[in-house]
């Protein structure tokens, strides 16, 4: 159970909230490169951790973010022409650059200086596994770029589905790295079979267990922590177990465990204190993930179909999330179509920011526990002065990663050899870095 003073302290992003300081201190995903993808196209709005945004696309191929608001006159430069360089601003046609540079500023005389004297609200950018990246901490102590967990090299596929929710992020990282509730809330989409670990098909994820109460386990790292939900295998159970390892990366990302043919995270970035931006990412090697296309079908997250041309889902709390008791009645254990729809549900019932102090939990909550109490802990240390979590040195190392698999009584989940699901160990693009296959040694 946590004090209301506390669940504020974990959730609350803007301003000058300590949760927000210390998500500052680390590369934020802002929007998807499809969304500004052409040179001189349309302006994009994006709002991070409170902040109202502008994310365009130059003459030249850079890529702009910048404050919303013109520094004029404060008007939206969303509705701004993005031309011949820079974006500019309809109200008096002041022209910024991607560096926040005034171009033009025609409503003054050319020979005031004016231009000169204003800068413009700029962040560092990166473009890297699907995304728009930027820097929101200090302007002059922006670290060098590192690649995510779940997008390792430049020919890796990422394929991303963006969902808009109305909710805070932590709610939505604790569904993320709850291991139990997939038993339950999923069983009619991942179905337990009788096969050696998880399988993905074109309609859902078969695993080999039917235990819906896993023992947890924990291990704590400088990045965040792993922990092993462990389960009876539906062949061997005398002498295996089955081990989904979870892993959470500070501060919003989560490496889920794999199927056979690739891997599986999510990132869940705060828009604001009540608005979570939800990208769940499938990964691997081109020949075996799904394209972004087939991925967003498949998890029924498409625009136009499940979701409004700003990403906010059609199924809602007010038409019920769509869910269908005829199906239910037939057996199908939620009546949502598409897994992630499921989460989502959950999520946003909880309100706009859950309410912890009312919490009962239990065995299975073992790494919500945990979540919290780091959380906790690591801004503590962020309003003392210390570095950020998972920032620097203490970065997650290349040699930790999610897996699952059936594997004797014998073998600590913590020792076990994994690499991430590759097509095969002679295309793995680097032995340096994890792979979520089994090693059969």
């Keep these: 159970m946590m004090t209301t003073q506390e669940n504020d302290l974990l959730c609350r992003v803007e301003g000058e909230a300590p949760m927000g300081k210390l998500m500052r201190q680390h590369w934020t995903p802002v929007c998807l490169i499809e969304e500004v993808l052409e040179r001189d196209g349309d302006p994009v709005k994006a709002r991070i951790y409170g902040e109202d945004l502008v994310v365009f696309r130059d003459s030249d191929g850079k890529v702009g973010v910048l404050d919303e608001k013109c520094p004029h006159r404060r008007a939206s430069l969303v509705y701004g022409r993005n031309e011949e360089g820079g974006l500019r601003c309809l109200y008096h046609g002041w022209k910024m650059d991607t560096s926040g540079n005034v171009l033009e500023m025609v409503s003054e005389p050319a020979s005031s200086g004016f231009a000169e004297k204003v800068k413009h609200k700029a962040y560092p950018t990166k473009e890297w596994g699907g995304f728009v990246w930027a820097w929101f901490g200090a302007a002059d102590s922006a670290p060098e770029f590192v690649p995510p967990p779940w997008a390792p090299t430049a020919d890796t596929r990422v394929s991303v589905a963006k969902v808009i929710l109305p909710c805070n992020w932590a709610q939505v990282l604790e569904g993320a790295i709850d291991s139990a509730h997939s038993s339950s809330l999923h069983s009619s989409d991942m179905v337990p079979a009788r096969v050696e670990g998880a399988k993905a098909t074109d309609h859902n994820w078969l695993r080999p267990s039917t235990d819906k109460a896993p023992r947890m386990q924990v291990q704590r790292g400088s990045y965040g922590f792993r922990y092993a939900a462990i389960r009876r295998p539906i062949k061997d159970a005398a002498t295996h177990e089955y081990v989904r390892s979870t892993v959470f990366v500070a501060p919003f990302s989560v490496l889920i465990p794999p199927n056979n043919l690739y891997n599986v995270a999510n990132v869940n970035v705060p828009v604001d204190d009540v608005t979570t931006a939800f990208y769940f990412i499938a990964?691997?090697?081109?020949?075996?993930?799904?394209?972004?296309?087939?991925?967003?079908v498949f998890l029924r997250q498409t625009v136009g179909i499940d979701l409004d041309d700003r990403y906010r889902p059609l199924r809602n709390e007010e038409n019920r999330f769509w869910q269908d008791r005829q199906a239910m009645k037939a057996g199908n254990f939620t009546g949502i179509k598409g897994?992630?729809?499921?989460?989502?549900?959950m999520w946003l019932s909880m309100g706009p920011i859950a309410d912890r102090s009312h919490d009962r939990l239990g065995a299975s909550d073992l790494a919500i526990v945990e979540f919290r109490k780091q959380m906790l802990e690591a801004v503590r240390a962020v309003e003392a002065g210390k570095p950020a979590i998972?920032?620097?040195?203490?970065?997650?190392?290349?040699?930790?990663?999610?897996?699952?698999?059936?594997?004797?009584?014998?073998?600590?989940?913590?020792?076990?050899?994994?690499?991430?699901?590759?097509?095969?160990e002679a295309s793995h693009p680097s032995e340096t870095e994890p792979s979520y296959s089994v090693n059969q040694q």
């Excluded at 990964?283 to 967003?296: F, I, L």
């Excluded at 040195?393 to 991430?420: F, G, M």
């Design 283 to 296: 990964w691997g090697h081109p020949s075996k993930t799904p394209e972004t296309a087939t991925w967003r």
């Design 339 to 345: 897994f992630p729809n499921q989460d989502v549900a």
């Design 390 to 424: 998972g920032t620097g040195d203490a970065a997650i190392p290349n040699s930790v990663c999610a897996y699952q698999a059936v594997v004797p009584k014998t073998i600590d989940w913590r020792a076990h050899d994994v690499r991430y699901v590759w097509l095969d």
